[in-house]
Nanobody, 122 residues
Framework: VQLQASGGGLVQAGGSLRLSCAAS????????IGWFRQAPGKERDFVAA????????YYPDSVKGRFTISKDNAKNTVYLQMNGLKPEDTAVYYC????????????????WGQGTQVTVSS
């Protein structure tokens, strides 16, 4: 599975961005997609995940209510809609893929995209 993340950019605090993660190589019906982010000098953190087969989702408290993960079956693409962005959301955002159900554990993901930079100015 190859993953291509896109949609990052510079936005003011309170603004919105939508990230995309396009998958190729195989359909995702048996997979889960997760989004993670890594700020400079920090570890990579879990942001959101979705199980493709049933559409179940999971978020950490830090983004719950502001971020929404969704999928487009026809396009084999997962989106991360980010609203109410804060300066602390600034990071490189990565999408990742694993067989089975969603997980918030980075090490359980087998395939990773290249990352897209999100910068939120105050």
């Amino acid at each position: 599975v190859q993953l291509q993340a896109s949609g990052g950019g510079l936005v003011q605090a309170g603004g919105s961005l939508r990230l995309s993660c396009a998958a190729s190589g195989r359909t995702l019906s048996s997979y889960a997609i997760g989004w993670f982010r890594q700020a400079p000098g920090k570890e990579r953190d879990f942001v959101a995940a979705i199980t493709w087969s049933d559409g179940s989702t999971y978020y950490p408290d830090s983004v719950k209510g502001r971020f929404t993960i969704s999928k487009d079956n026809a396009k084999n693409t997962v989106y991360l809609q980010m609203n109410g962005l804060k300066p602390e959301d600034t990071a490189v955002y990565y999408c990742a893929c694993r067989r089975g159900v969603l997980s918030d554990i980075e090490g359980r993901y087998d395939y990773w995209g290249q990352g897209t930079q999100v910068t939120v100015s105050s």
